[in-house]
């Protein structure tokens, strides 16, 4: 690793703050800092930029899953660089990039230019950042990983939810190109210097034990673990990432057309508001709900619990009618949501380990990203030909229904030894 990676090596004591700490505040900053990359926060200027640009909804639907397709692709080789490279290197110069494109956005001017920037948001963002962001928890972290990453999920979700409405009164009272800007001054001027000043990329770099165990030999195995190939054999890979993936494909979609959606139950966009508000606060429960209990419990089970509340709240979406109905609905879906953010965070390591922690997590980012492409085209696919969106939530009810059951059942591989 380079001299510039470490920290001043400590003694034989055992040292009584863990810098693991830092880093994970530091990975958890850079997950807030994927939002112009994320659906969610697209959908914050959707509106505005489709009027801007004078395109449709469909289109911008038809843009977001191109997008989000191509994207996926910086998924593929960022798992591997952080791997050999380093967390801290790779997340400065990826938040950096980031913020250029986002800075670049801000100008757009034509259909071909906003196909191509949401394009690299998507690939820096909710695909490279994200999975540089998780691989740095992952790699400081190994007995207490659920209770780190039940504490990333907490932190990250009090980021998010101080940053949308941010972006969002700066998109009403500057318009979404000052907005989107300012953004990118944010990532270029303060977050991507904050990463290389305070990131360290593995425990190992500064001369510490994972988990904080204190010193050991710099020349000591760093970690073990299952390779990419042996957990893609397992069952469990694939339950685990594609019940996570029908989350982000309903969340995504949901997202990026909620304002529609609740208006076509005849709710005024000042509920919509107040929806996210209360997704966001239930979101930070589930979270530490999720977090506790994964640090000694079933992962299985609480996927499958997570699985059968979002197959609730989407067979009552068609249905609300009531301001206290949509508040319930945002409450479970804020639960659920909660729980599969604890459950991606926390199962890659804890099921496959450290050593090649980057391959396996980007592998599953992949289906997640793929999947969040292609729940706004499908939702607005379902309005222009039926009408109304309650036909595609009944068969995406379906689908994660089964993802639940399959969660229940399907077999763990026993946990690789750790450093």
Known sequence: MAEADALPRPGSVRPSFYYGWVSLGVA????????????????????????????SRVAFAEINLVATLVGSLFCLGIGRLVDRAGSRLVL???????????LAMSRVTTFAGLLALVTLTRGFGQSALS???????????????????????????????????????????SGWRAAWAGIGWALLAGVAPLCWALARSTPESCGLEVDGGGARPLDAPAAAGASLGEALATPAFWVFALGAAVYGLVASGIALFNESILAERGFTPATYYRSLVVTALVALVGNFAGGAFAEKGSLRRLMAVAMLLLTGALLALPLVSREAHVVAYAAVMGLAGGFVMVIFFTFWGRVYGRAHLGRIQGAAQILTVLASGLG????????????????????LAAVVALCGVAAAAVPLPRAPVTA
Do not use: H, N
Request: net charge positive.
């Open 28 to 55: 958890a900053l850079a997950m807030v800092a994927t939002l112009p990359g994320r659906t969610q926060g697209l959908g914050l200027v959707t509106e505005p930029l489709i009027q801007d640009l004078g395109i």
């Open 92 to 102: 400065t110069v990826v938040t950096a990039a980031l913020g250029l494109v986002v």
């Open 131 to 173: 999975v540089v962001s998780l691989a740095l928890v992952g790699k400081w972290f190994s007995r207490r990983l659920p209770l780190a990453m039940g504490i990333y999920a907490l932190a990250m979700s009090i980021g998010f939810m101080a940053a949308f409405p941010a972006v969002g009164a700066a998109v009403g009272a």
């Open 376 to 395: 706004p085209l499908l939702l607005a696919r379902c309005v222009a030909a039926t009408g109304s969106y309650a036909s595609a939530f009944y068969v």
